[in-house]
């Protein structure tokens, strides 16, 4: 794809000094009480610049909790005027737009399920047309560049030049620890097309669990992230959206202490290749994970097997000849002989220790 020539220099107006950039806030707008008391909180933390809440929230059925309303925006409104926080929110429809205008709100995001449909985000560049406020551009549910560049340039077209994009994760088939796969090379690849959009992650979304919170926000920032959106809610077990991955403001505020910005290094072409290597190695382990559990799987069946015909588990002969076929394969392949040892001494000591457990099966 080349590069869009009508996005440029924007990273003018982030917040002075606020790099990056710490957007924070619950998934949703609940009470009066919530909207404030977490606000009130993350107020005190000097990184916290910008507050999010969900006003309206597309959910997957019906029956669940669909956002308070313009009675939210109020309640953030309030909050701005006691604590001086910027506010963001999300916007779906012209309507939304109208209503967040309406009671100041100083941002708008554009959700996942938004982007992936470009008649509803022309409907939004439509409505911003005349209007001076930042957009947020999350990325599509699915892992598409196209469609995620397509709607920065629509709502760019509208004549918004105040545009960041969020990376919140991309679904993935595959099993994975993260409930959205960040898929970095693809805000990279933005970055690489697009390198005045500042990029922002959204950590919270990516994880989808408190646990991995840390580290992909640290690699976040390793990458260069201009910025971090964290969902913080006063009481997180109880939150109606979101519950697994909502923190406490006092657990945000421990988790910003642990985070470190380094100096930017490298290219974006060297982050790039960088990126690629890295995403190759993490296949191959990961295949070399399945392999191994593989192989454990048939040292059990063959343990089993050993056992009901009452023979012993160590076969000595076998085993002095597997190391050295496996030796030959691996040093013709250019492995080091020692790291070789090691590798088939462990994976064999581990097989006799599975058998040993099976052969000990019902014998109690
Ligand atoms: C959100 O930020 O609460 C949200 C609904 O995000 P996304 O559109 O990324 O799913
Ligand atoms: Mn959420």
Redesign the pocket.
């Known amino acids: 794809m080349s590069p869009s020539p009508q996005i440029h220099d924007l990273t003018s107006w982030l917040p002075q000094g606020a790099e990056p950039l710490i957007i924070a806030g619950p998934?949703s707008a609940e009470t009066r009480e919530q909207v404030l008391q977490t606000g009130r909180q993350l107020a005190r933390l000097s990184q916290v610049k910008v507050y999010r809440a969900?006003i309206w929230?597309?959910r997957t059925r019906p029956d669940g909790f669909e956002g308070v309303g313009e009675e939210g925006l109020k309640w953030m409104r309030e909050l701005k005027a006691e604590t001086g926080l910027q506010l963001t929110t999300?916007v779906a429809n012209p309507h939304h737009i109208e209503l967040a205008l309406k009671h100041k709100i100083d941002m708008f995001?554009i959700?996942?399920?938004t982007v992936v449909n470009p008649f509803s985000v022309q409907e939004l560049a439509e409505a911003l047309k005349g209007v001076d406020v930042p957009v947020l551009v999350?990325n599509p549910l699915t892992p598409d560049l196209k469609l995620w560049m397509g709607a920065l340039e629509r709502i760019h077209k509208a004549g918004i030049n105040k545009l960041a994009a969020i990376h919140?994760g991309f679904h993935y088939f595959k099993q994975s620890p993260y409930r959205n796969a960040p898929m970095w090379e693809i805000p990279i690849e933005l970055r690489r097309l697009l390198p005045s959009l500042p990029v922002i992650t959204?950590i919270s979304?990516i994880t989808g669990r408190r646990d991995l919170l840390q580290s992909v926000a640290q690699k976040a920032l390793d990458l260069e992230t201009n910025g971090l959106m964290i969902?913080s809610h006063i009481d997180p077990e109880h939150a109606l959206?979101?519950a697994d991955q909502q923190i406490s403001p006092s657990d945000l505020e421990k988790l910003l202490a642990t985070l470190i910005v380094r100096e930017r290094t490298g290219s974006i072409d060297f982050q790039h290749k960088l990126e690629e290597l890295r995403t190759e190695i993490d296949k191959l382990d990961g295949e070399l994970m399945q392999l191994l559990a593989r192989r454990m799987e048939v040292v059990g069946e063959i343990g089993a097997y050993k056992k009901e015909n009452n023979i012993t588990i160590l076969q000595l002969k076998r085993w002095k000849h597997m190391i050295e076929d496996r030796l030959a394969i691996g040093m013709s392949m250019g492995l080091d002989r020692e790291f070789l040892l090691l590798l088939l001494e462990l994976v064999h000591e581990t097989s006799i220790q599975l058998q040993t457990r099976i052969f000990n099966q019902d014998r109690d």
């Open positions: 998934c969900g929230k597309p999300e995001w959700g996942a399920r999350k919140r959204d979304h969902e959206t979101d």
